[in-house]
């Protein structure tokens, strides 16, 4: 098999927003234009595709539709791969990886700018629709796990509010769609302290005004699964204790990252001490749910079946917490 050579002839569309295909294009000459529209302000968005750049490549491996059009100006020559094609081009080629990466990398970044923003907008005097905004962003952005999370923080402590029914509705969606498991990496610095790991981190130095747009920043960043930063910031507005509800909410954060960074026994520490401080608090049973996950990840099979039960019992059979608890023990009860 080889990629296909396909000439597109000007003012013709090669794909179009929201179009589902495996294929894989590199421009070998002539202009096309990619034309979206930003998330954050619904603008449209033109990039021109540079001779020699790939494109419908994330859409493409991810499975997902189309989130850009893509228009030909100039009459094109474009190499059409499937997805078997492109990957078996790019480990026979390093350059395209290390160019892949920095696209990626830049795309990233991008995101989480336009994340922030949302948050330090006139949505921090608004922190529920600052919250659930959270959720849209990454909801309309196809990042359906982040977007699940920042949709079940939503529904725990605004469980009536102006958004609930559309935020139920999108998280049911999203974790229908997400793809199960986290990235490679994502628990770095697992090895090391939870202190050690702040003070290694250089984007961690500067001074957070412990507020709600404070808290919404440090979701976001959870939510994008930098757990040491995010930390920090829960870290100091429970320091701060300026905010009752805030710190609550900011102390259970702090056990969702120490389990997420694999430091299991202060998780489960953390939480159980949390549990006897709020014997009422919102997420209750999701704090049980990660003594069970570290457990788990202590391989203590045993206690996480144990805390994996109670929550059984305690929650509605339509809960999150009660599906994905349903979903932890049948893992485990089918690894042993």
């Known amino acids: 098999?080889?990629?296909?050579?396909?000439?597109?002839?000007?003012?013709?569309?090669?794909?179009f927003q929201g179009d589902q295909s495996e294929r894989v294009f590199i421009l070998k000459g002539g202009k096309v234009l990619?034309?979206?529209?930003?998330?954050?302000?619904?603008?449209?968005?033109?990039?021109?595709?540079?001779?020699?750049?790939?494109?419908?490549?994330?859409?493409?491996?991810?499975?997902?539709?189309?989130?850009?059009?893509?228009?030909?100006?100039q009459d094109a020559d474009v190499l059409v791969f499937t997805v078997a094609e492109f990957e078996q081009l790019v480990l026979a080629n390093t350059r395209i990886?290390?160019?892949?990466?920095?696209?990626?990398?830049?795309?990233?970044?991008?995101?989480?700018?336009?994340?922030?923003?949302v948050v330090q907008k006139g949505d921090i005097?608004?922190?529920?629709?600052?919250?659930?905004?959270?959720?849209?962003?990454?909801?309309?952005?196809?990042?359906?796990?982040?977007?699940?999370?920042?949709?079940s923080r939503y529904l725990t402590y605004y469980p009536s509010g102006v958004h609930a029914s559309q935020a139920n509705m999108k998280l049911q969606d999203s974790?229908?769609?997400?793809?199960?498991?986290?990235?490679a990496g994502s628990g770095r610095g697992a090895s090391a302290s939870i202190s050690q790991d702040l003070s290694r981190d250089p984007n961690t130095s500067g001074e957070v005004a412990p507020s709600s747009g404070a808290y919404y920043?440090?979701?976001?960043?959870?939510?994008?699964?930098?757990?040491?930063?995010?930390?920090?910031i829960f870290q100091k507005i429970v320091s701060t204790g300026s905010d009752p509800e805030n710190v609550a909410k900011s102390e259970f954060e702090m056990g969702r990252c120490m389990v997420m960074l694999k430091k299991f026994?202060?998780?489960?520490?953390?939480?159980?001490?949390?549990?006897?401080?709020?014997?009422k608090h919102p997420d209750l049973k999701e704090a049980l749910f990660y003594i069970g996950k570290a457990y788990e990840g202590k391989q203590d099979i045993t206690w996480a079946k144990s805390f994996y039960e109670k929550i059984l019992?305690?929650?509605?059979?339509?809960?999150p917490v009660a599906m994905k608890t349903r979903k932890a023990l049948r893992a485990l009860e089918g690894g042993q």
Do not use: C
Request: no cysteine.
């Open 265 to 279: 026994d202060d998780a489960i520490r953390h939480f159980t001490g949390l549990i006897q401080k709020y014997p």
């Open 313 to 319: 019992n305690m929650a509605d059979e339509d809960e």
């Open 97 to 117: 990886i290390m160019k892949m990466l920095r696209v990626f990398s830049n795309q990233l970044r991008r995101i989480h700018n336009k994340v922030q923003n």
């Open 125 to 151: 005097t608004n922190p529920e629709t600052g919250l659930y905004k959270i959720g849209e962003y990454y909801y309309n952005n196809r990042q359906y796990r982040q977007a699940s999370y920042a949709f």
């Open 217 to 232: 920043e440090a979701v976001g960043l959870l939510s994008q699964e930098k757990y040491v930063e995010a930390y920090k």
């Open 175 to 183: 974790e229908q769609n997400a793809i199960s498991g986290r990235p």
């Open 34 to 73: 990619l034309k979206s529209n930003d998330i954050e302000t619904n603008e449209e968005i033109k990039e021109m595709i540079q001779t020699g750049e790939f494109f419908g490549v994330k859409s493409s491996l991810g499975k997902y539709p189309r989130d850009e059009t893509a228009l030909v100006l």
């Open 1 to 15: 098999m080889s990629p296909k050579a396909t000439n597109y002839k000007a003012n013709s569309v090669i794909f």
